[in-house]
């Protein structure tokens, strides 16, 4: 931003403060550092005891603390897949209307490349610095844009007018961020100057930062625009936003560092006109345009545009950067020119491009100068398109006429051309040659022929089987494809070989070259044996080639001949592998193996074993010396010079025993010492190396880590964090690997292997786009082109868990219409709501619990776990509706499991009546319809309803769907049975996306999918028939009449008299009838003699009853007495002692 | 080769060679496959093998939601793939073809299951056509130990061995499932530094066994010391249904790559002259020594496998060398750029200037590419 200002006055050059606090501590300060050169000591250094450990276990707990702490702040390291010019960063305005995001965008597109904009519509693309580009985006006030704009912004500015306070609108978006990825949030508060009271305006910002933080984070960023001049924002203030923009970081997310998207910014129908006349609703073949972002886009993967639908790629390219970044000068600001706005679909950039046809607008000539040159450029794009609009039978005419003039692009495209190219670049590698070892070309061919022969030993060697390199692993495979191929390998094979005869004699730089080159072309060489004609525009052609052929009849022509032969041996070589059994393990040709065991081939892998020689790099021997020379050795180069003769001393025996195993060959042995020699100098330059190395680790052990070895010395215990440094480590080299591996590749090749990665300008072809579209485009909806990844354009059931929202005021119904934005996705589904229990059965619910989290099964995108998705119940904008609900959101969740079916279960009670009972069997009736419903349930538990349970046993013949079961009581007729099952619920399958861009612009808020239930019946005022079973009629209960308790005899008998039913007068109530008794005269005798004994009996018990009274009163009365005399004799004994003692104390006291 | 033509998602291949490719590639990417014109001109048997049934059947059984339709004759099938549900299998091999070829197609789906697999096979163990049960847990599975990196709950354990033609052997596999791979770089293949083998004879006599071990061992201690050879030899129940011997060798080298070799016997119907057991450890050897010779971070008859997993690893560059390609692992990878659009970049790695003259076995193949970022959509998340 430095440039901003200068563009205003001269700067003032900073001057020190002479005096004041500050001076005084810099004062202070430098003093300070004169006295004492040596680095200041910490507390703990100047007094370390003071920081001795006293107490183990709080320097335990203090220890885990801290670690406590540290592993808090520790996150899973994440590979950073940003690439080495990433696409301009996505800033998205959002707020509700007339809070001022035209304004701020246009302002700050003025600050930053200094044009006016008159109207905003669509992406416009700035660069705002050396290495940064941005994206602003409005987004407008329907909620299916707010998602999209979610989905995609980097960084979201949150306008709010602070004089109105924060709109439900704001917390709608907030909370669709927060499902999907929380972009980068800044709030941005404007109309402050509607506010005259200072008071009342801080008062205000306080409650509304302090509200923001709640919803984001505590801290985050809330920006002031304090008010308008001239209808613009105050420039000092837009600058200050322009910066924290400029500046700002970004965190990857994980749905988009998984997925690729782009934000179209520039919308072409390329349909034939012709076409469009004749049906003007036919389908569009429509090319869209944008950065890519995210991850690597690939053509074959199918895309999702948000609003339309799942799309394939039909046709996919890299154009040239129409904003790029500035080249990479060492210049501080930007120039003017390079101040590069893209606006396609507003009206800047010179270019609108409408339907069909494209204005050009001319503002001021400084704008001209600014468009020059990519005018032109999107000129000669434009003018290409304008040339594709000729008519099919022009095309055609053209092709054709491409075939016959220019017959060499055809030829290098098919079959036998290979051949020829191989052969050019054979004898392109001869010139090479030839060229770059003129001075000693003797040698060199002499060189050459030995190295060749020795090839062609090798050759001869291995051609049973398998040749030495992978090429020829892969000639196997051609020579199963066809025969004819063969020469060709060969020939290539030979062209590699000279070019390896080239590479080894001439000079070390031409080598390196060469080397790269050869190397380079021989890789592709293996690609293209493994992938035929690999390359896009190659194989584009190839199929524009072939498209031809197919509308001419090719026995016509001449040239075609070699086509239709390049059709039989790909026909033939399609016969030979069909129907071949498949077979993993390496083909050996002939099925025999080579003979290991004789002396030349044991020579060639004879390394590969421990017992064969080591790499410098890890021979245990060598890396002995190396430590021993880096420990004692001070100059590196003394002992370089004894190391190599040691070297050869040991080199020239092994020469010389391999020179008497080949001993018929002496001029090769010979020149293989020669080899020799070159080979232990660059082995002793590799060692070197080595040594550096090791001498390096070394230094790094003994230096890097030294401050933490020194915090040990010091006494403070460093806990080891090693696992977490080797993760982070991990990360950052693959981080490191993905941005370098394919960086020499040409930019071709690279996009094949890798995808178009993020930062590049793609244009997308669509071939079936619907009319509606193109009609119905309005640039104020963004339009989002999200790739898919594998297995994600399936559909299956999609089981998630979910919440109601706090705010939303209704529950959610079970089988209700439920509009979900999941993944790059929206659309609508039925959803059934579900409980886990405990043994994880999904139990059926009707309605989505309140406060609590349940689970959520439908139909629809297959999606990876724990996306995060949100759920509307409709995505009208109606004032009304908002007024009623308030808040739109109705749930949110994320998706915990996929599957092809769903497991929702819902109880069933079977009820039965038992129709025959005997002991503990019963035969119960109503409960199935047919024996063949009985045979699936045999063996279920039942239950009665007085508890008793069962089993059933099988099925009876009458009535039909009865059984027979066993109790374990016996029950009675009364009884209910019944039987408990779990009953599976289908999830409906319905799945339509929501398809808002089709719409015309003046219902593009108004999508209305599937209606509710209730919304229909509300609709067409229908109610329901209630059941008469759930109507509240007046209960009706006949009085009961209970048997007359009969008590068996058996049981009479054997109960306890009292408990015995009684068997008393029939009548109690009557008296009993006296009876006269008449005693015969003994018995009168008898009864005279018992009277009178009993007559005595009573009066002598009288008697005797007062005889013992009047003994016990006297009793009492002497007892009494003698109570009283023995008090009295007590009473004088005490007052005798009491005297006694008294007399004695008087005698004491005197 | 290419596939003839691609409806929507459906790929329409033409033949029964590399069934099992296109099989398991389709239940990975969840991509529809119609194959035609099996064996349409062979008149005498058209359409699916037995075996390839089986293997259909394997398939359905491993997965939820799997469409097949097989037209009358058996020469066309049309495959819409479920998702991997995994969990208890069993299931009857077809004998065929060994188990090995059953098993392959596990290895490569088992990590990405919805339930760890348990999967038990009953068939052939060891045929000349397929990698036999020790090779495959020699081989395979320690390949895709470096992929799921925690070894925990894989395991391949031979029950019972049956050798071709009649079978009668048992297998056990487990595999853990996994979220998704990472991206390794493998690029140091190592030295050999121990060579392990199995002998096992079946219903014949246990000098057999012996006289194999002895030749084989007699090859390969001329090239290292640690050499040891285990006999297997099985009577009764636990031979399966008909006789046979062979020999599976195993070499490990300092990083932990193996390599390993199988050689069979003669079965009654492949040839009168039954097999010697001497030429028969002497081929073994030979052909691991062909295997150490050809070299690269794994077995020749699993370059595939790495390829595999390369390309379903994450969204980063994964690197891995191996020795020349074989023809199968060639068309793999056709048909992985087919289903997954992924391209790997083929090398042949430079060979430093300084080691020319210690030349570790032929020249290596150096793959690289950038994963798809597969992650297992079945498995279930709380």
């Known amino acids: ?1150 | 080769m290419p596939p003839v033509a691609q409806e929507g998602n459906c790929l329409i291949y033409r033949g029964s060679n590399f069934l099992k490719q296109r099989l398991v590639l389709s239940c990975l990417s969840g991509k529809p496959v119609k194959i035609t014109q099996i064996r349409a001109e062979d008149e005498g048997a058209p359409g699916l093998r037995e075996y390839e049934i089986s293997l259909i059947r394997l398939l359905d059984k491993l997965t939820n939601g799997t469409k097949i339709e097989l037209n009358p004759a058996g020469t066309s099938v049309m495959f819409s793939p479920g998702l991997l549900h995994g969990g208890h299998l069993e299931h009857d091999c077809c004998v065929q073809r060994g188990i090995g070829y059953y098993l392959d197609a596990l290895i490569a789906l088992g990590p990405f299951c919805k339930m760890p697999l348990k999967c038990q096979l009953r068939g052939v163990t060891n045929s000349n056509d397929s990698p036999s049960v020790d090779h495959v847990k020699g081989a395979a599975l320690s390949l895709l130990k470096r992929y799921l990196l925690v070894d925990e709950g894989l395991e391949l354990r031979v029950v019972r061995r049956g050798v071709a033609p009649l079978g009668g052997g048992e297998v056990l596999f487990t595999c853990p499932v996994r979220k998704s791979l990472r991206a390794i770089q493998l690029q140091e293949p190592g030295m050999v530094k121990r060579i392990r083998g199995t002998v096992y004879a079946c219903k014949v006599s246990p000098a057999m066994a012996n006289r194999t071990v002895e030749s084989a061992k007699g090859c390969m201690l001329k090239f290292l010391p640690d050499v040891y050879i285990y006999t297997d030899q099985n009577r009764g129940k636990m031979s399966g249904n008909s006789p046979g011997f062979g020999i599976c060798l195993l070499a490990e080298t300092t990083d932990g790559v193996c390599f390993a070799a199988d050689c069979i016997s003669n079965t009654r119907e492949e040839s009168d002259t039954p097999s010697i057991p001497e030429d028969l450890g002497r081929e073994a050897a030979m052909r691991l020594l062909d295997e150490i010779y050809r070299g690269g971070c794994c077995d020749s008859a699993y370059q595939w496998l790495a390829a595999l997993f390369m390309a379903l690893g994450q969204k980063h560059v994964s690197k891995f060398l191996t020795g020349a390609l074989s023809t199968y692992t060639v068309h793999f990878l056709q048909h992985l750029r087919d289903f997954f659009s992924v391209t790997f970049k083929l090398e042949n790695p430079e060979i430093d200037e300084d080691d020319e003259d210690d030349v570790r076995g032929a020249q290596k193949v150096l793959m690289t590419c950038v994963g798809i970022g597969y992650t297992n959509v079945s498995k279930r998340v709380l």
């Open chain 1, 1 to 1150: 931003m430095a440039d901003d200002a200068a563009g205003q006055d001269k700067r003032k050059q900073h001057r020190a403060r002479q005096s004041g606090v500050k001076a005084d501590k810099k004062k202070v300060k430098a003093k300070k550092e004169s006295n004492q050169k040596e680095p200041e000591l910490t507390a703990r250094q100047r007094n370390p005891k003071a920081f001795a450990i006293n107490s183990a276990q709080r320097a335990e707990r203090n220890f885990r603390r801290k670690e406590d702490l540290t592993a808090k702040k520790q996150h899973i390291p994440v590979v950073d897949q940003t690439p080495d010019e990433p696409p301009p960063v996505l800033i998205a305005v959002v707020g509700p209307p007339k809070v001022g995001k035209t304004t701020l965008i246009k302002d700050l597109i003025k600050t930053f490349t200094r044009t006016n904009v008159s109207e905003i519509k669509g992406p416009i693309t700035i660069v705002t610095s050396k290495k940064r580009r941005i994206t602003l985006l409005e987004c407008n006030n329907d909620i299916n844009s707010m998602i999209d704009v979610a989905k995609c912004a980097d960084l979201v500015l949150l306008l709010c007018d602070a004089s109105y306070g924060f709109e439900m609108e704001i917390f709608e978006f907030l909370n669709i961020c927060q499902v999907h990825g929380m972009p980068k949030i800044m709030g941005v508060l404007t109309h402050l100057d509607m506010i005259k009271n200072t008071k009342q305006l801080r008062k205000r910002k306080k409650e509304l930062k302090h509200r923001f933080w709640t919803e984001v984070y505590d801290g985050a960023k809330l920006f002031y625009l304090s008010g308008l001049l001239h209808g613009e924002y105050l420039r000092n203030e837009i600058k200050n936003l322009g910066r924290f923009i400029s500046v700002m970081k970004f965190r990857p997310l994980q749905w988009r560092g998984a997925h690729s998207y782009l934000l179209v910014d520039r919308v072409e129908d390329v349909t034939n006109t012709d076409t469009v006349r004749r049906n003007p609703k036919c389908d569009r073949e429509v090319v869209l345009y944008g950065y890519v972002r995210g991850v690597p886009l690939k053509q074959e993967h199918m895309v999702h545009i948000a609003g339309l639908g799942d799309a394939r790629i039909d046709e996919l390219s890299v154009i040239p950067d129409p904003c790029p970044l500035p080249g990479t000068e060492k210049k501080r600001s930007l120039l003017e020119k390079e101040r590069l706005l893209y606006a396609p679909m507003s009206g800047v950039g010179g270019i609108v491009y409408d339907k069909d046809a494209v204005y050009i607008e001319l503002q001021g000539s400084h704008s001209h100068k600014e468009q020059t040159a990519e005018a032109t450029e999107q000129a000669a794009l434009v003018s290409k398109l304008i040339e594709k609009k000729a008519t099919m039978d022009e095309q055609m005419e053209e092709q054709q006429f491409r075939l016959f003039s220019d017959a060499a692009p055809i030829k290098s495209k098919d079959f036998k051309s290979d051949v020829e190219d191989e052969e050019d670049e054979e004898a392109a590698d001869d010139s090479g040659l030839d060229a770059a070892s003129s001075d000693d070309e003797d040698d060199n061919e002499f060189a050459a022929n030995d190295w060749r022969g020795e090839n062609s030993d090798e050759d001869e060697d291995q051609q049973q089987s398998e040749q030495s390199d992978a090429s020829s692993g892969d000639e196997e495979y051609q020579q199963l494809g066809t025969a004819g191929s063969d020469e060709e390998d060969e020939d290539d094979e030979q062209s590699r070989l000279l070019a390896n005869n080239m590479n080894w004699k001439s000079n070390l730089a031409q080598k390196a070259r060469d080397a790269f080159l050869q190397r380079h072309s021989e890789s592709r060489n293996l690609m293209r044996l493994v992938y035929g004609v690999y390359n896009q525009s190659e194989r584009n052609k190839q199929e524009q080639l072939e498209k031809e052929q197919d509308d001419e009849s090719d026995e016509e022509l001449g040239g075609l001949f070699r086509v239709a032969a390049k059709q039989q041996t790909e026909l033939q070589k399609d016969k030979d592998i069909r129907d071949k059994e498949e077979r993993c393990f390496f083909e050996y040709q002939g099925g025999v193996t080579r003979d290991w065991l004789s002396e030349d081939n044991k020579q060639l892998i004879k390394n590969c074993f421990v017992t064969g020689k080591w790499k410098a790099s890890e021979d245990a021997e060598n890396l002995l010396k190396l430590d021993d020379m880096s420990d004692a050795d001070s100059e590196v180069y003394g002992d370089f010079e004894d190391l190599e003769t040691g070297e050869q001393h040991s080199g020239k025996p092994k020469d010389e025993a391999a020179a008497s195993e080949d001993a018929d060959d002496a001029p090769t042995a010979g020149e293989k010492r020669k080899m020799t020699r070159v080979e232990e100098e660059n082995l002793t330059k590799k060692e070197l190396m080595a040594k550096k190395l090791k001498l390096k680790a070394k230094f790094d052990a003994e230096y890097d880590n030294h401050g933490e070895k020194g915090d040990e010395d010091g006494g403070r215990i460093t806990g080891d964090h090693s696992f977490y440094e080797d993760l982070k480590a991990e990360a950052q080299k693959q981080s490191e690997l993905n941005k370098s591996e394919f960086a020499q590749l040409d930019n071709e090749l690279r996009i094949q292997i890798e995808g178009y990665r993020a930062g590049l300008y793609v244009r997308l072809g669509f071939k079936t786009m619907p009319a509606e579209f193109v009609e119905n485009f309005d640039a104020s909806y963004p339009v989002l082109v999200g790739a898919l990844n594998m297995t994600e354009e399936n559909v299956g059931y999609v089981n998630c868990k979910v919440k109601k929202h706090r705010w939303y005021k209704k529950i959610l119904k079970t089988g209700d219409p439920l509009i979900v934005s999941m993944g790059w996705r929206r659309f609508q589904t039925v959803a059934i709501y579900a409980k886990v229990e405990d043994n994880f059965r999904q139990r059926y619910l009707k309605y989505t619990p309140n406060h609590v989290t349940c689970s959520m099964t439908f139909w629809g995108p297959i999606t990876p776990q724990n996306t995060g998705f949100l759920a509307l119940q409709t995505v009208r904008h109606d004032q009304e509706e908002m007024k009623r609900l308030g808040f739109r959101i109705a749930a949110t969740g994320c998706v915990s499991e996929l599957d092809k079916s769903s497991q929702i279960m819902k109880k069933l009670k079977l009820v039965g009546h038992p129709f025959k009972i005997y002991k503990n069997t019963a035969y119960v009736k109503d409960m199935f319809h047919s024996s063949l419903e009985v045979a699936k349930f045999e063996g279920a538990k039942i239950k009665t309803v007085s508890g008793i349970r069962g089993q059933i046993k099988k099925a009876h013949h009458t009535p039909e769907g009865s059984y027979r079961a066993t109790f374990e009581d016996k029950i009675v007729l009364s009884d209910i049975v019944f039987c408990r099952t779990w009953f599976r619920v289908e999830v409906p399958r319905f799945y339509a996306p929501i398809t808002t861009l089709l719409l015309p612009a003046d219902q593009k808020s108004q999508w209305q999918g599937m209606k509710t239930l209730g919304q229909l019946k509300r609709e067409r005022a229908l109610q329901n028939e209630a059941q008469p079973d759930s109507m509240y009629t007046e209960i009706v209960r006949k009085p009961k009449i209970f048997r007359p308790l009969v008590i068996p005899k058996a049981l009479q008998r054997a109960l306890p008299y009292k408990d015995k039913p009684k068997l008393g007068p029939e009548n109690p109530r009557e008296a009993l009838e006296r009876v006269a008794v008449v005693e015969s005269p003994y018995e009168q005798k008898v009864a005279k003699m018992m009277k009178m004994i009993e007559t005595n009996y009573k009066d002598k018990r009288n008697r005797d009853r007062k005889e013992t009274q009047q003994r016990m009163k006297k009793f009492r009365a002497q007892k009494r007495a003698d109570e009283a005399s023995k008090q009295q004799h007590q009473k004088q004994l005490r007052k005798k002692v009491s005297r006694a003692i008294s007399k004695m104390r008087g005698k004491n006291d005197k």
